[in-house]
């Protein structure tokens, strides 16, 4: 239950308080219609049955490519000797060349790699990037760029923490990069606890934003996987889970941000960070499953916003996937339902066109944006490599340890009466 819906219970127990106050003056007639009322009240209030609104715009999508980027050799191994799995879980597009970073650490390298990019995409050399803040932050989950592409973001996961120890400080961390003319990577809020570098006053005001009837004084619990810079020098912070403990969490669809400014090369927020954006995504009648936030950004071409979100309910291929979804900026701002993109197909038995969710077989945790068509989605599978035949490519796939799968979409709107 969310804050709102708290709101609407307490109110609800006050007027029925009141009409209990006074029962026992009334006729049977009269209570008989106060029933009745209160029956449509919850009705009104809670709506069961409601769903997302139609959309306006007839937007529909194709996968115009996917394929698999050999982010490093297929025999590489940490010092205990486990195998070293490539899970991208950040991407962005800049100055035609893809840039990823991987969520956990890659021996002898870094977890920020570029590569030159054209459609179709061939796949070339890797170039490997970034200083010691690069190299010691844990668990990233997302980047981007500002809409004037003067700087770019890394984000980690913000998912451990010790309040009296600084060694999961790592995994708090914001970096920050200036593109024109190129630095070097910045750490933002920086802290240091026991030799780890940190941004943990950031880690603060997540947590305060966060708060709620539920949670007063901030979540025990909650992961960050989304970042995403929009016009008016805002930060936007996705959300895909909160709880009182790592144990006790449930997957969610938020977004937190503010205004920020960069001044003499140091990064702060110049407001206090606020919950902006929220929804449900079983609230579209295609969902049923337990979706999280994993990416955000926005689309300067369309002046729109797309929130990725997936699922995993096991280490399967076929128990992880996601789908995109947008939201005119404007519509972000007044909070509005986002538009579950959807995907054209051919039914050839019925020799028409149709639609269905456009559902990714990988679990989608990256995306950017190439033009004002296509976007770049890049996939984290964990540790899943999947089958090694393939009967169903919509929810299984087949890949090497050391491949990170991209996928490709074109996006376009039609007319309404088009089918």
């Not at 708060?211 to 810079?229: C, D, M, N, Q, T």
């Amino acid at each position: 239950m969310d804050n709102n819906e708290l709101k609407k219970s307490k109110s609800i127990v006050k007027i029925i308080e009141k009409i209990i106050t006074k029962i026992e003056t009334l006729s049977y007639f009269q209570i008989g219609l106060i029933s009745v009322f209160i029956i449509l009240f919850f009705a009104i209030i809670y709506n069961p049955i409601e769903f997302s609104p139609e959309p306006e715009k007839n937007v529909v999508s194709n996968i115009i490519e996917d394929g698999y980027i050999k982010c490093f050799s297929e025999k590489m191994k940490y010092n205990d000797g486990e195998p070293v799995f490539a899970e991208p879980s950040g991407v962005a597009y800049y100055d035609d060349k893809i840039y990823l970073i991987n969520d956990k650490p890659i021996p002898g390298l870094t977890p920020f790699m570029c590569t030159k990019f054209h459609i179709p995409f061939n796949r070339r050399k890797i170039e490997y990037l970034g200083n010691d803040y690069v190299r010691n932050a844990r668990k990233f989950e997302d980047m981007t760029i500002t809409p004037h592409q003067k700087y770019m973001f890394l984000i980690t996961g913000f998912n451990k923490f010790k309040k009296n120890k600084g060694k999961k400080d790592a995994y708090n961390t914001l970096i920050y990069k200036r593109l024109q003319p190129e630095g070097a990577e910045k750490l933002a809020y920086p802290s240091m606890r026991d030799g780890v570098y940190g941004s943990i006053k950031l880690r603060q005001k997540i947590s305060s934003a966060l708060r709620s009837i539920i949670f007063p004084h901030g979540p025990g619990y909650f992961k960050v996987e989304g970042l995403a810079a929009i016009p008016g020098n805002t930060l936007l912070i996705g959300i895909r889970a909160i709880g009182n403990s790592s144990s006790e969490k449930e997957f969610c669809v938020k977004i937190v941000g503010a205004k920020y400014k960069i001044e003499k090369g140091e990064f702060k927020f110049v407001e206090e960070l606020r919950e902006l954006y929220s929804f449900n995504p079983k609230k579209n009648k295609f969902i049923d499953l337990d979706l999280g936030l994993s990416s955000i950004e926005y689309d300067i071409f369309n002046n729109r916003l797309y929130i990725l979100t997936s699922y995993e309910f096991g280490d399967e291929d076929q128990n992880m996937g996601g789908y995109l979804w947008f939201v005119d900026l404007d519509d972000f701002y007044k909070r509005k339902f986002p538009t579950l993109l959807m995907e054209k197909i051919y039914l050839e038995r019925l020799n028409k066109n149709s639609v269905r969710p456009l559902l990714f077989a990988h679990k989608p945790e990256g995306i950017t944006i190439l033009n004002n068509q296509d976007v770049f989605i890049i996939h984290d599978d964990d540790k899943a490599i999947g089958h090694s035949i393939i009967t169903n490519p919509r929810i299984e796939f087949s890949r090497k340890i050391n491949e990170a799968a991209y996928t490709i979409v074109r996006i376009w709107e039609e007319e309404k009466n088009n089918k």
